[in-house]
């Protein structure tokens, strides 16, 4: 699972895509059976020494893994610059998945003795906008950390539904924002 913040996301939010990486982790562990999740410090080890990656491929091959979920955070910013006082977040995320294989002959069988191919499986895009009713007051009822927190984890569900079976009548946004 690699993330990534584009220029400019982060002037706010330093650590977005480690952030949420965890959370999205997180949720494929408790909503799927039968996957191995590569540790995220692993990865993020991974990720700094090799600083001019380009290709989700060459970390599924560096961890000799089947599929890399590659998330990158185009927008992230819970406050509107033309409404102070207010918070709401809205993010833009890119979302691909890339699979390893071993390419296969005519009769679609894998020819073992080559390397394994990369192939995107799925490539979309998710605009995410919390709360959904609106935007809510920043106060002693609500605080920006707690509204960033809150807003992270509605993000990585609203992703995650992309990755994990959910019912059609789940909902993710639930509108309560915990100060801590």
Do not use: C
Not at 20 to 39: G, H, N, Q, Y
Not at 91 to 100: F, P, S
């Amino acid at each position: 699972m690699l993330t990534h913040a584009v220029s400019g996301t982060q002037n706010d939010f330093v650590s977005i895509d480690r952030d949420l990486a965890r959370e999205f982790s997180k949720l494929l562990r408790e909503k799927t059976k039968k996957i191995d999740i590569v540790p995220q410090d692993k990865v993020w080890d991974w990720v700094e020494g090799h600083p001019n990656w380009t290709d989700p491929a060459d970390a599924a091959r560096a961890f000799e893994a089947d599929y890399v979920i590659f998330l990158e955070i185009e927008s992230f910013q819970i406050q509107d610059p033309n409404s102070p006082g207010l918070l709401e977040g809205t993010a833009r995320t890119h979302m691909q998945a890339v699979e390893l294989d071993f390419p296969k002959n005519s009769k679609g069988k894998p020819i073992y003795d080559q390397p394994k191919e990369a192939k995107i499986v799925y490539d979309d895009y998710r605009d995410t906008l919390f709360p959904v009713r609106g935007p809510v007051q920043e106060g002693p009822g609500v605080s920006r950390g707690a509204f960033k927190t809150k807003f992270r984890q509605v993000l990585a569900a609203e992703v995650s539904w992309h990755f994990v079976p959910h019912s059609p009548e789940d909902d993710v946004q639930d509108g309560r924002i915990n100060n801590r």
